[in-house]
């Protein structure tokens, strides 16, 4: 961004806006409009989002780390972020898209987006190797829906699926598993590898698939080879790769695994989904 030295009018006019952001957000605005300095970035995104959090979301922003979720555990939603994205454009100076803005879903995102925005770098959300799948296209084309879908993100990278499921605490098969201390089954892990492997035959595009598959379609049939290597409870991010092995109709077999934060967590070395396509249209 071009440094300025602003008008008496303007400096007014950032401190209007920025009146009800915590201490320092105004101060950090006018000296990042008049020296280009990117690390004070990160505490005016924060100053302005922690403006629009309800009180009591407010400590949970102090603490968030990079896979804090926007929408589940701080409150933003779409509207809210809307207004987020207005500001943080006036205050620093830069235009958003709105297609890139739909990929924001962690806290990680929307603090890494905004600050290489403000310094004009390139982002990878944009490498054309990554195809990410927006939470929308993810929620209208799966046929699980919560409280049984779990997958927050996901993307495609050179032919594997990869996807994201942060462990709430409020997943209702929890009050029971176990008492005082909730873990997340092992069966669910590979239940959401499985949800992983019906996306990919949904959004991946794959060459391999001749036609769309049909949602109502797809059904677990087996899976070999499964191993559990850690204990996963609330707050702990699963990350879920599946890689194709074999897809050809009706059945579709992937390996798949989980990491929590690079460590081994699960592994399938296969899982078969039965599927079908949509009817191909009558020709003339």
Not at 141 to 157: E, N, T
Not at 178 to 184: L, R
Request: aromatic residues 6%; negative net charge; glycine residues 8%.
């Amino acid at each position: 961004m071009p440094t300025e030295q602003l008008t008496e009018e303007e400096i007014e006019g950032l401190k209007d806006s920025l009146k009800r952001c915590p201490e320092g957000t105004f101060e950090a605005a006018v000296k990042y409009r008049e020296t280009g300095d990117s690390s004070l970035v990160e505490g005016i995104v924060m100053g302005i989002v922690k403006r629009y959090l309800e009180p009591e979301m407010r400590p949970k922003l102090d603490d968030a780390k990079d896979s804090t979720l926007l929408m589940e555990d701080l409150g933003i939603d779409s509207l809210t972020m809307m207004e987020v994205v207005i500001l943080v454009e006036e205050t620093l100076g830069v235009s958003f898209d709105n297609d890139e803005l739909r990929e924001i879903r962690t806290f990680g995102d929307m603090r890494e987006f905004m600050t290489a925005k403000a310094g004009g770098e390139s982002l990878a959300i944009d490498d054309a190797n990554v195809q990410i799948i927006p939470i929308n296209d993810i929620l209208e084309c799966m046929p699980h829906q919560a409280p049984f879908l779990f997958i927050d993100s996901a993307k495609i990278v050179e032919g594997e699926l990869s996807a994201t499921y942060k462990i709430r605490g409020s997943e209702d098969f929890l009050q029971g598993h176990f008492k005082h201390n909730p873990v997340f089954p092992a069966s669910i892990m590979i239940e959401a590898l499985g949800q992983v492997g019906v996306l990919y035959l949904l959004k991946s595009g794959a060459e391999t698939l001749v036609r769309e598959v049909r949602p109502d379609s797809i059904y677990f049939t087996s899976c070999d080879g499964v191993r559990c290597h850690r204990v996963c409870k609330p707050g702990d991010v699963l990350t879920m790769t599946i890689t194709p092995k074999r897809v050809r109709r009706p059945l579709a077999t992937f390996e798949g695994s989980i990491t929590v934060e690079g460590e081994k967590t699960a592994y399938a070395e296969s899982i078969t989904l039965l599927f079908d396509y949509v009817e191909a249209a009558p020709q003339g």
